[in-house]
T-cell receptor, first 114, second 109 residues
Framework: DGGITQSPKYLFRKEGQNVTLSCEQN?????MYWYRQDPGQGLRLIYY???????QKGDIAEGYSVSREKKESFPLTVTSAQKNPTAFYLC?????????????FGQGTRLTVV | DAKTTQPPSMDCAEGRAANLPCNHS???????VYWYRQIHSQGPQYIIH???NNETNEMASLIITEDRKSSTLILPHATLRDTAVYYC??????????FGAGTRLTVKP
């Protein structure tokens, strides 16, 4: 089945450790996105990538890093510099530029830092 | 920052139409209006999108004003399973896709 997969669904880490969240899509989409969601809040954009080997910061990029070495993969690293990393993280993808297109979301990773 | 404003919450009786408004007064000529919804702790689900004309699909209808500064999502016969947070977004060309706080719709029996 085609789709976008985030793993793991739940993740626990100790404070001060870096952690990498996986996002994989087999939809052949060019663009991919990472969002953070805190309880009762909307989605905030962390990073997005319109094409392989290129990405841009969103509104809350500090303390996060990404890479886009392959079209199907857009991993997010939550570094120790992120002051409040506990949150629900969502990944999305969308197809070619230039026309109207919908974005598909993964089911999210809930990160808890203790 | 999100380019849209929505009421924080709305209620609707089961079986009635739910009309969710969205203001996007700074929308650009090539930006589309998209609607998504998010049921608790899941990824957002695409509902519908449009540019200028009104649109309808199996889930909902989208009414966009002639000046494109606002739109309304209509769920024609709301069910309890439509209880969710509904997000209105303006977006084009795989650029940054920003969400606001959305509208929490509660469908009541």
């Amino acid at each position: 089945d085609g789709g976008i997969t985030q793993s793991p669904k739940y993740l626990f880490r100790k404070e001060g450790q870096n952690v990498t969240l996986s996002c994989e899509q087999n939809l052949n989409h060019d663009a991919m996105y990472w969002y953070r969601q805190d309880p009762g809040q909307g989605l905030r954009l962390i990073y997005y990538s319109q094409i392989v080997n290129d990405f841009q910061k969103g509104d809350i990029a500090e303390g996060y890093s990404v890479s886009r070495e392959k079209k199907e993969s857009f991993p997010l690293t939550v570094t120790s510099a992120q002051k409040n990393p506990t949150a629900f993280y969502l990944c999305a993808s969308s197809r070619d530029r230039g026309t109207s297109t919908e974005a598909f979301f993964g089911q999210g990773t809930r990160l808890t830092v203790v | 920052d999100a380019k849209t404003t929505q009421p924080p919450s709305m209620d609707c009786a089961e079986g009635r139409a739910a009309n969710l408004p969205c203001n996007h007064s700074t929308i650009s000529g090539n930006e589309y209006v998209y609607w998504y919804r998010q049921i608790h702790s899941q990824g957002p689900q695409y509902i519908i999108h449009g540019l200028k004309n009104n649109e309808t699909n199996e889930m909902a209808s989208l009414i966009i004003t002639e000046d494109r500064k606002s739109s309304t999502l209509i769920l024609p016969h709301a069910t309890l399973r439509d209880t969710a947070v509904y997000y209105c977004i303006v977006w084009y060309n795989n650029n940054d896709m920003r969400f606001g706080a959305g509208t929490r719709l509660t469908v009541k029996p």
